[in-house]
């Protein structure tokens, strides 16, 4: 019985290298000399330092061109709150993975909702997608595509 796996997951190695892009143009940039400002990376977490608010932002357009350049979604990032004090700003950056069961529950309700042929199972954090035809399941990937429901997708897994 033909199945796939509907996952929402971020290639590190590509994450680490667009952070790593982004801090060497800050360290190269005019207009950030002198301020000390820096990406880190660390587990799931990108914090950017700075000395002030717009600066902040000037660094995470940087940083959401870079990863899209390396083919990162950048839906997957998840802006904190930025502190703000005399000299310093600090804005924590967070990268989500995995689908939520809120989320995942929505895309079960989207599909059972079409009526089609197929059944869909949470399985942790992700979503097992089985029918008897292919085309119910390509069906269902294009669904799921358009479904905007906040989170970078990818389909994993399909078996005939």
Known sequence: ???????????????????????????????????????????QVITMNTESEFQLQQMYDMLCNKLVKRGVDIACLELGSPVVQVKTAIQPITVREGIATEVAKKMVKSIKDRKMKVQAAIQGEQVRVTGKKRDDLQTVMALLKEGGFGLPIQFKNFRD
């Open 1 to 43: 019985m033909p199945s796939f796996d509907v996952v929402s997951e971020v290639n590190h190695h590509e994450l680490s290298n667009a952070v790593d892009q982004a801090n060497r143009e800050v360290s190269t940039r005019f207009d950030f000399k002198g301020t000390g400002s820096n990406f880190e990376l660390k587990d």
